[in-house]
């Protein structure tokens, strides 16, 4: 049974914005950190956002002060608001939730959703 799901990912021009949403249909959701990740071709999967269960947050260099990262405990729902995007952001996006922090770092653990492609065209 699929536990996570991601959407929102599309086809944007650069400069343009998406919403990406993931749903949790596990349980403890507001207890939870969780994060997003995404993997271009031939890259390693990498950590875009997180955010602990106090509502703190973290995010990559490459994306710091065009992404935001929120949740809404009522929906089970963690969702990645992303502007100004770029060509170099184009990949899968997935998300993570449950995981820990080491060093203030997220660090995933073996739970992910099917991921939803984002393609920014130059």
């Known amino acids: 049974q699929v536990q996570l799901v991601e959407s929102g990912g599309g086809l944007v021009q650069a400069g343009g914005s998406l919403r990406l949403s993931c749903a949790d249909r596990?349980?403890?959701?507001?207890?939870?950190?969780m994060a997003w990740y995404r993997q271009a071709p031939g890259n390693q999967r990498e950590l875009v956002a997180s955010i602990h269960f106090t509502g703190g947050t973290n995010y990559a260099d490459s994306v710091k002060g065009r992404f935001t990262i929120s949740r809404d405990n009522t929906k089970n729902t963690v969702y990645l608001q992303m502007d100004s995007l770029k060509p170099e952001d184009t990949a899968v996006y997935y998300c993570n939730v449950g995981g820990a922090y080491a060093g203030g770092r997220y660090v995933a653990v073996p739970r992910w959703g099917q991921g939803t492609q984002v393609t920014v065209s130059a």
């Open positions: 596990g349980n403890g959701f507001s207890r939870k950190a």
